[in-house]
Structures are given as C-alpha cells and as structure tokens.
C-alpha cells in the first residue's frame, strides 16, 4: 500500500497533493490518465513522488527486519543447500520483469564467484557473439570478498543504458566462513536496492521502462550458483566472475516463494552430487 492522495480539479485535471492509502497499481493507473489528459507535468511529479515514497518503505521494511535484537550468528538457518563445484548450478523459474525481490544467506570462504544471474542477454549473444546484441540482465556477485549488484541493458554498442554496478558498503571481506544476509530489491521500475548485513546501497536506472528481463512468457530462469561454463565469455564486461559459487546458500525467498532450493530450483543432473542439503559442520532449523 501507499499513501497518495488524487483530485480531480474544476478544469477536469487530475492532480496528485496529499496523501491517504491506494495500490501500487491504482498509481500506475492514475499516471496512466494524466499522461492520457495531456497532464505530463502533474504525471512525472506523481511518477517521482511514488517513487521516492516505495523506495523509502523497501528500506524501511527491510531496516525494521535486520533492526532484531537477535545477532546475525544466531539467525535462523532454512533450507541450506550445499554448493561443493564453482562449476555446479540450479535453476529456479520466477517473474523479474517489474517490482521483486530476492532474499538469502550465504557463507563461503570463496572470495570471488558468481551467486545469481538472470537476463535474456546469453542466447542473443551465445548465437551472435561478435555482434554485440541487445539484452537486459541482473547478476549477484562476489568480488573479492565484496557482495557485487550489477544490472542494466546493453543495446547495439552498449550504450543505451550502461550498466550500473552496486557495491556492498562493508568494510571487510565476507568470504569468512560465516553467514551473510544479502537482499535485492527492486520496489518500483527505475529503483534497485542492494541490503548486505546492517548495510544498504540504492540506485535509480535510466530509461527504467526500456528495461525488460522477462520473454514473451513473463517468466525468467534465475540461476544461482553459477551458469553453464560456456556462457561465461557472453557476460557484459561489468560482471568479473567467470566461475560460479563455491558454498552454502539458505533461506532463499525469490519474491514470496521460500521453497528449499532443491525443491523450487532445477539440477542439472550432472550436478546432483554436487548440489545437496545441508552445510558441513553447522546446526539448521528444520522446517
């Protein structure tokens, strides 16, 4: 829910003041009907106002959730699966294209790897790969120890929209052995959010409505752990893994769904060794 408040004035124009409670959507339909009125002033405003308000309540949401009193270390555990292979991976079938968001733990000593990837950018390129084509995409990465967010839509040359690359704001590698929180956010077209621990990043995309994950279909393959080895060398240059994820994923919630991993993701069968329940030498909660 968000607080807006619409008036139609004598003239007939709608108009955005004060605020009260509507959906998300029932903005969207009211930009849609100033832009339709020729309004494109009191539009944009309403389309920035909105904007600002969703990204403060994903914050605030979020910051409520890691403001607990319980430690990090002694956070919950679900569903932890066991990633042994830079070279292993899994596929979970899920909608990006607008608002998501994506939530999990992770522990690893690994200092570099790929987490997450999804993008309609590798078969384009896979089939054409000196043409430089188009595609739109979101990767989670380690960099160095460093919770990396990169996004964005490569055009012809590159250059309609770089890519933005987000860098977790912690002072210290977290390939440590220890659990990390990472969040993804994106609460409205143009805003992206990256939360790492106690830590928070966000950036606002141009040409937002350009920017489209999803097929004809509307549903995206997110891979986690890593991508098939020969799709490496089609990543745009912003995203520096070139192997996947060595370590322990947990507690994965991809937009509402909270599903094991194993259960919500598709192995490749060459990898059910190398993809199992559980994590070596801790204590989770079963559920």
């Known amino acids: 829910m968000k607080l807006l408040c619409v008036c139609t004035g004598e003239d007939g124009k709608i108009t955005a003041d004060k605020y009260q409670t509507v959906s998300r959507s029932a903005v969207d339909a009211l930009i849609q009907n100033l832009i339709a009125a020729d309004d494109v002033k009191a539009a944009e405003q309403l389309w920035r106002d909105d904007l600002e308000a969703a990204a403060a309540e994903a914050i605030a949401v979020e910051q409520e959730r890691l403001s607990s009193t319980t430690p990090l270390s002694s956070v919950s555990i679900i569903y932890p699966v066991y990633f042994r292979s830079t070279g292993s991976y899994l596929v979970a079938r899920t909608r990006l294209n607008g608002p998501f968001s994506i939530f999990f733990q992770f522990r690893s000593v690994q200092a570099s790897g790929l987490l997450l990837f999804a993008g309609n950018l590798l078969a384009d390129r896979l089939a054409t790969p000196k043409n430089g084509s188009s595609g739109d995409f979101i990767a989670v990465e380690l960099v160095n120890g460093v919770i990396q967010y990169v996004f964005g839509m490569l055009g012809e040359t590159d250059d309609v929209a770089l890519p933005r690359v987000l860098r977790a704001n912690v002072q210290k590698s977290l390939a440590d052995d220890e659990w990390h929180e990472v969040s993804i956010l994106r609460p409205t077209l143009s805003q992206h959010i990256i939360r790492v621990d106690n ?89």
Request: net charge negative; aromatic share 12%; with cysteine.
């Open 199 to 287: 830590t928070a990043r966000f950036d606002n995309m141009p040409y937002a409505g350009m920017f489209h994950l999803a097929g004809n279909n509307e549903w995206n393959r997110l891979f986690i752990g890593g991508i098939p080895d020969g799709m490496y060398d089609a990543l745009p240059r912003q995203i520096k893994s070139r192997r996947g994820f060595s370590g322990c994923f947990a507690s994965v919630d991809i937009n509402g769904d909270k599903r094991s991993l194993l259960v919500a993701g598709e192995r490749p069968t060459e990898f059910f060794d190398d993809i199992v329940a559980g994590c070596e030498s801790m204590c989770f909660t079963s559920v």
